[in-house]
C-alpha cells in the first residue's frame, strides 16, 4: 500500500492528514487516531485527519 502522510503545525498544535493513495493488494486498512487527538476526521479506512494539542 502506497500513503501520504502530511503534518501541519500552527499556534495551536499539530494536525496530521494521512490517505490511502494506492491500496495494492491490502485487502483491509484502518488507520487509528491516537487517544489524545482532537478533532477527529475521515472514515478511518481511506483517510484520517485528526489534531494534536
Known amino acids: 500500500a502506497r500513503l501520504r502522510r ?3 503545525i500552527d ?3 499539530l494536525t496530521v492528514d ?3 493513495l494506492d491500496a495494492g493488494s491490502v485487502e483491509e486498512l484502518r488507520f487509528r487516531w ?3 487527538a482532537s478533532e477527529r476526521a475521515g472514515d ?3 483517510e ?3 489534531r494534536l494539542a
Do not use: D, H
Request: hydrophobic content about 20%; overall charge positive; glycine content about 16%.
Open 6 to 8: 502530511r503534518f501541519e
Open 11 to 13: 499556534g495551536t498544535g
Open 18 to 20: 494521512e490517505r490511502v
Open 34 to 36: 491516537p487517544a489524545q
Open 44 to 46: 478511518g479506512r481511506t
Open 48 to 50: 484520517a485527519r485528526y
